[in-house]
């Protein structure tokens, strides 16, 4: 028995999708108020099944189902009582194409209509079609203005009013909050979708971006709403310009009184710690200028600023430091020193070489060539160039009035002899110098004599700048005494050529 019943209704339901098969509607239908809609039906392929008639009922989401139309191929078309009496009607009224048209929807029309054919002897066939009715939203969004503190608040606000189907709403946001959203099912079957934006407001979120989305069917693309958050809260102050470098003498130095508030600060007010304001300062809005640091600026600035929620102040303390020295004349007075040393070390190193250049110079006025010839012989004269070329009285203008000594080594007791004009031999005792020049000592007695050397010329040249008496030495037989003796020497003055100063 529960077998035969299981294969009835096995046969029933495949009669009914094989039926069902031959109803062809549109599964859905969109339209907005105001609009008409038509909702078509067609029986395909009917064969050897019979229809006696076919049916529209709506079958609202929230209600029962209702007939609005009626077929009969013998009594007609017929229109019950329902939502959309006068307003339906059978678009061509056949079996076939029993398709129908709705005027003037309203939101209220939304629902499943269905298609119903009673057919013989397979029973009835139906095909649904869901009408759904858009409705355009109106969009909106705001931001709400809160005052800082501890607790979570409403910062911004998003709406779709009116929509169907119901919107989506989404927001875009760098600060850390929640969102949350209500639905609201208006009279006209419409939807409003409410949704509030809340954080702990602090003053760093005030003017950070925030943005509503709202997407519908009814809309190409999404909507975006920007916009800024508003938290209000007391002036927050600082004051900048102080650089702790405010010496003595300074001057057109300022300090700025910087401050953020929501609602903008409308009073700024400057004041010393000790309730005196220096005469150097003057005051001008969020700055104050020092024309000129003194004593009297050594004191704590403080900065009020008020705005409609409060006050907020700043300060700083001023420590007048001495004046720097001037960089620029330090190193004009350096400069200058080390220009000055420089010059003396230079003056001094001309003057120890001119030095040094005289005495060679005035040495070697003094002291005969070393010469190789017959025996050997060093000599020391005391004469002009042109006595030293062998000149004589008669053998040309280097005229040579005075004697000449000769150190012979070949000469018995190595003595120094006088050679006259006509180059004879005389006797004659060595000096310090001539034993100097005969090459019988070694170095470090050489040196020693060349120290006492030095001084007997200087001895000798210092007297002669005196004036002191000059001894000259001429041979004995000369009775003429030449102008041409006399010879310029590099210091200005004039000596003899052969002259011995003593």
């Given at each position: 028995?529960?077998?035969?019943?299981?294969?009835?209704?096995?046969?029933?339901?495949?009669?009914?999708?094989?039926?069902?098969?031959?109803?062809?509607?549109?599964?859905?239908?969109?339209?907005?108020?105001?609009?008409?809609?038509?909702?078509?039906?067609?029986?395909?392929?009917?064969?050897?099944?019979?229809?006696s008639q076919v049916s529209w009922i709506l079958e609202p989401s929230d209600g029962?189902?209702?007939?609005?139309?009626?077929?009969?191929?013998?009594?007609?078309?017929?229109?019950?009582?329902s939502p959309v009496t006068g307003r339906v009607t059978f678009i061509a009224p056949?079996?076939?194409?029993?398709?129908?048209?709705?005027?003037?929807?309203?939101?209220?029309?939304?629902?499943?209509?269905?298609?119903?054919?009673?057919?013989?002897?397979?029973?009835?066939?139906?095909?649904?079609?869901?009408?759904?009715?858009?409705?355009?939203?109106?969009?909106?969004?705001?931001?709400?203005?809160?005052?800082?503190?501890?607790?979570?608040?409403?910062?911004?606000?998003?709406?779709?009013?009116?929509?169907?189907?119901?919107?989506?709403?989404?927001w875009v946001t760098s600060v850390n909050g929640n969102a949350t959203t209500l639905?609201?099912?208006?009279?006209?079957?419409?939807?409003?979708?409410?949704?509030?934006?809340?954080?702990?407001?602090?003053?760093?979120?005030?003017?950070?971006?925030?943005?509503?989305?709202?997407?519908?069917?009814?809309?190409?693309?999404?909507?975006?709403?920007?916009?800024?958050?508003?938290?209000?809260?007391?002036?927050?102050?600082?004051?900048?310009?102080?650089?702790?470098?405010?010496?003595?003498?300074?001057?057109?130095?300022?300090?700025?009184?910087?401050?953020?508030?929501?609602?903008?600060?409308?009073?700024?007010?400057?004041?010393?710690?000790?309730?005196?304001?220096?005469?150097?300062?003057?005051?001008?809005?969020?700055?104050?200028?020092?024309?000129?640091?003194?004593?009297?600026?050594?004191?704590?600035?403080?900065?009020?600023?008020?705005?409609?929620?409060?006050?907020?102040?700043?300060?700083?303390?001023?420590?007048?430091?001495?004046?720097?020295?001037?960089?620029?004349?330090?190193?004009?007075?350096?400069?200058?020193?080390?220009?000055?040393?420089?010059?003396?070390?230079?003056?001094?190193?001309?003057?120890?070489?001119?030095?040094?250049?005289?005495?060679?110079?005035?040495?070697?006025?003094?002291?005969?060539?070393?010469?190789?010839?017959?025996?050997?012989?060093?000599?020391?004269?005391?004469?002009?160039?042109?006595?030293?070329?062998?000149?004589?009285?008669?053998?040309?203008?280097?005229?040579?009035?005075?004697?000449?000594?000769?150190?012979?080594?070949?000469?018995?007791?190595?003595?120094?002899?006088?050679?006259?004009?006509?180059?004879?031999?005389?006797?004659?005792?060595?000096?310090?110098?001539?034993?100097?020049?005969?090459?019988?000592?070694?170095?470090?007695?050489?040196?020693?004599?060349?120290?006492?050397?030095?001084?007997?010329?200087?001895?000798?040249?210092?007297?002669?700048?005196?004036?002191?008496?000059?001894?000259?030495?001429?041979?004995?037989?000369?009775?003429?005494?030449?102008?041409?003796?006399?010879?310029?020497?590099?210091?200005?003055?004039?000596?003899?050529?052969?002259?011995?100063?003593?």
């Amino acid at each position: 028995m529960k077998m035969a019943i299981f294969i009835s209704v096995v046969m029933f339901l495949s009669v009914q999708g094989a039926l069902g098969q031959l109803i062809q509607v549109d599964p859905e239908v969109m339209s907005y108020p105001g609009q008409n809609v038509e909702l078509p039906c067609k029986f395909v392929n009917p064969g050897s099944t019979q229809v006696s008639q076919v049916s529209w009922i709506l079958e609202p989401s929230d209600g029962e189902r209702i007939n609005i139309a009626v077929y009969h191929p013998t009594f007609g078309a017929s229109y019950p009582d329902s939502p959309v009496t006068g307003r339906v009607t059978f678009i061509a009224p056949t079996l076939n194409t029993p398709s129908i048209r709705i005027a003037d929807v309203k939101m209220t029309d939304e629902g499943r209509y269905i298609c119903e054919y009673a057919t013989y002897p397979t029973g009835n066939a139906q095909g649904i079609t869901n009408l759904v009715m858009l409705a355009k939203p109106k969009n909106s969004a705001s931001h709400i203005t809160v005052v800082a503190g501890d607790t979570p608040v409403v910062v911004a606000r998003c709406a779709s009013a009116n929509g169907r189907p119901v919107s989506q709403i989404r927001w875009v946001t760098s600060v850390n909050g929640n969102a949350t959203t209500l639905t609201t099912q208006e009279s006209d079957n419409t939807v409003t979708l409410r949704s509030d934006y809340k954080l702990i407001p602090t003053p760093a979120d005030n003017g950070k971006d925030i943005s509503c989305v709202v997407e519908h069917r009814t809309q190409t693309k999404p909507e975006s709403f920007p916009m800024k958050l508003a938290i209000e809260y007391p002036p927050m102050v600082s004051i900048v310009g102080y650089d702790d470098n405010w010496y003595m003498g300074r001057t057109n130095v300022e300090l700025t009184c910087q401050a953020k508030g929501n609602p903008i600060p409308t009073t700024v007010t400057w004041r010393t710690l000790t309730g005196h304001m220096p005469d150097t300062v003057q005051v001008t809005e969020n700055k104050l200028k020092v024309l000129k640091v003194d004593e009297t600026v050594n004191t704590t600035f403080i900065c009020e600023v008020r705005n409609r929620l409060g006050i907020g102040k700043n300060q700083v303390t001023v420590n007048v430091r001495d004046p720097p020295a001037d960089p620029s004349n330090v190193g004009v007075v350096a400069g200058v020193v080390i220009g000055i040393l420089l010059a003396l070390l230079l003056v001094g190193a001309l003057v120890a070489i001119l030095v040094t250049h005289n005495r060679r110079q005035q040495q070697q006025g003094y002291r005969g060539n070393q010469k190789s010839g017959a025996f050997d012989i060093k000599s020391r004269l005391f004469g002009s160039k042109a006595s030293k070329n062998g000149g004589g009285p008669g053998n040309g203008p280097g005229n040579n009035n005075g004697p000449i000594y000769t150190y012979r080594e070949g000469v018995s007791g190595g003595g120094l002899t006088e050679k006259s004009a006509n180059h004879g031999l005389l006797s004659t005792t060595p000096t310090a110098q001539d034993i100097l020049l005969s090459g019988e000592m070694d170095e470090a007695e050489r040196k020693k004599f060349d120290e006492l050397a030095d001084e007997e010329d200087e001895e000798r040249y210092d007297r002669f700048t005196a004036a002191g008496p000059i001894l000259q030495l001429r041979h004995h037989d000369d009775q003429h005494y030449l102008d041409d003796d006399m010879e310029s020497q590099r210091d200005g003055s004039v000596i003899s050529r052969t002259a011995v100063y003593v």
